[in-house]
Every structure is written in C-alpha cells, then in structure tokens.
C-alpha cells in the first residue's frame, strides 16, 4: 500500500464500495465508512469487484479498512461523499465535526444541490463537484458490478486529485465544465425513475419505442425547465442535450445504429432508482423529478409528464412491492388522467 493520501469512503454503498474497492486495489490508503450492514457482508465475504466488459478483482477482507465510525474522518486528506442526496446534511456535519478544515471533499452524488449542501456546513473545505457517469449493482456477498462505462468528473481545484483517484480500472479527469455536466447527467437521472417503474433491464426498455417515446417526452419537459432558467446542460457523449429527444424517437433499427455507444453497458443493468425500488428503499425521485417540478412551479409552467412520474413512483414506494412492471402505455394514460 503507498504513504498517498488517507482517502475515506463516506457513505460506502454500491458506488462507493466499488470505487473505494478498485482504489484500495490500487494501493491507495482507502477507508470505507459504511452501515453495518455492509460491513458485516464484507468482513464475511470480502470484497468482489467486476464489470460489463470483463474485469475482475477481489479483496479478502482483512485487505480493507471499514468503519462505522465518522471520528475515522480525523485522519482523511480526501472525503469521497457518495449518500444519496437526501443524506447529506447528515454527512456533513460529520466531516465537520471530525475532519480537518482543508480537507478536500469530493461530492460523487445524484442530484445538483448537493455541494451547496456542503458548502453550508463546511466553511474552510477545499469542497469540488464530481459525478459518477457508471452505474453500479450490488449484488449480494460482498459483490459489485459496474454496468457501463466512463471515468469519474470532478471539478478542479488547488490540489490535482486525479492521479489520486486513478488507478487500474478506473480513471478520473479534472473538467472546468463540471456544473454543465451535472446538469447533463441530471436529465439522463430523469430515466432512473421510468427504469424503475418498467421493471424492465435498461437495455431491453431502451430497444422498445413506446418507451423511448415516454423517455423523450420527459427529457424534452426537463430540458426546457432548465432552458427557460439559462441552466447550460452537457453530456459527455457528443449528443447535444436538445437533440437527444429526437435520437429517442427513432425507430428501434435506426435507433440502435445511431445510439450504438450509447448501448454499450450490461444487457441486465437496471438504474439504482430500480434497484432501490426493488429493496424497498427510498428513492432519490424528489432531487430529480422534484426538482425539475419545483423549476417548473416556479416558473409557472406545467411539467405534466414529471408531475405522472412522481405521482406514480409515490404510489410504488407505498406499495413497497418491489419493481412495479408497468407498461408505456399505462404511464402515458396516466398523464392525461393526472391533468384531469
């Protein structure tokens, strides 16, 4: 293991057990804080790492530092926060409470608000943006797979934290855009919930055009709200935001001939929203599809297809029944019931 800097895992779930994984096998100084329940099936099965494209690592336990114990904060020179947003108040009084000011803390969560989060409790911080283009599945013992690609984006900063956040099997650049490419990956967070309430793998819902359709109608919605408050949107692919409703409703052939880089992730991937929608955990619906609603209020203007979605995955989450499986059809029935 190198003397590089002491790099702690707040909030070590999928993602963070992932990313935090492959940089512990990459020789950083690496400490995972995480309920006890993941530490519990780590300590018992260690840590397997795979992905789509066939990489695989694994680390017996006594390999990993875990902790469920925030005062492990004190010795950290760089805070990975990766709670969903709902959580991060919580971790920030932490890091204030335990860490040094000057410490850089890195937000690799959902969402767009959460650094002005941080911000607000950590006066002192060296605090940067960052997002995780890839989604990640847990699954069980101890295992995670990453289902598609990308490196990690983080905003730059006094201290270069790339080479620090680069090893084999993951890569992180430095981009000055960072805050248009939240709001990118933000509107591709859109589909998360739609994944959710299909029951259906990403893959196999984005080969269907009702579903496309259903997709780009709400990008369009949210792109707009965005629009109409001069908020700049970029994605890392070269797709400019407003012409990804159009790619959407293409027939299915021309579709996965246009989309082809767009596709390459795992047959079986699903959103993390579907994941936590099938565990029965709450979701993050509220910072994405709440958000662009309260946009929309606030501007005035109607957000009749985010308005379905989050009535709807209301309705799931009080089920708590796990993946709902609905069809397109049913989901466009009810935005116009809903604007009855």
């Known amino acids: 293991m190198s003397d590089g800097p002491r790099i702690v895992v707040a909030g070590a779930g999928a993602a963070g057990c992932f990313i935090g994984g492959l940089l512990a096998a990459g020789g950083r100084r690496v400490t995972l804080l995480a309920r006890p329940r993941i530490q519990a099936e780590i300590r018992t099965h260690g840590l397997t790492l795979t992905d789509f494209r066939g990489m695989a690592a694994y680390l017996p336990s006594d390999e990993l530092t875990l902790a469920g114990d925030p005062a492990c904060l004190r ?80 905003a730059p900063g006094p201290i270069d934290l790339t080479g620090a956040l680069t ?27 739609l994944n959710a309430l299909s029951g259906l793998p990403l893959h196999k819902q984005l080969h269907d055009r009702d579903w496309r359709r259903l997709m780009a109608a709400q990008w369009a919605e949210a792109h707009a709200v965005l629009r109409a408050q001069d908020i700049v949107a970029k994605l890392t692919s070269t797709v400019p935001p407003r012409l990804m409703p159009a790619l959407l409703r293409l ?90």
Not at 96 to 124: I, K, R, Y
Not at 174 to 179: H, K, L, M, T, V
Not at 309 to 331: D, F, I, N, Q, S
Request: charged share 15%.
């Open 75 to 154: 010795h950290a020179d760089i805070v990975l926060v990766t709670v969903k947003s709902r959580s991060t108040a919580a971790v920030a009084a932490q890091i204030a409470q335990h860490a040094e000011p000057g410490t850089q803390v890195v937000s690799l969560q959902n969402g767009v608000h959460n650094l002005a989060v941080l911000a607000d409790a950590l006066p002192g911080f060296d605090l940067r943006a960052g997002l995780v283009p890839f989604d990640v599945v847990a699954l069980g013992q101890g295992g995670y797979h990453r289902a598609s690609g990308g490196d990690l984006v983080i």
């Open 167 to 193: 090893v084999p099997g993951l890569a992180a650049q430095a981009r000055q855009d960072i805050e248009a490419l939240q709001w990118g990956k933000f509107l591709f967070n859109q589909f998360d919930a």
């Open 251 to 340: 027939p299915t052939p021309l579709f996965t001939q246009v989309a082809a880089k767009m596709l390459e992730f795992d047959p079986q991937a699903r959103t993390s929203m579907a994941q936590d929608l099938a565990a029965r955990r709450p979701t993050e619906i509220g910072a994405l599809q709440g958000e662009v609603q309260r946009m929309g209020q606030a501007l005035g203007r109607a957000t009749p297809v985010t308005d379905m979605v989050l009535r709807v995955m209301g309705w799931a989450e009080l089920a708590g029944e796990g993946l709902p499986h609905l069809p397109a059809t049913a989901l466009r029935a009810e935005i116009t019931a809903g604007s009855r």
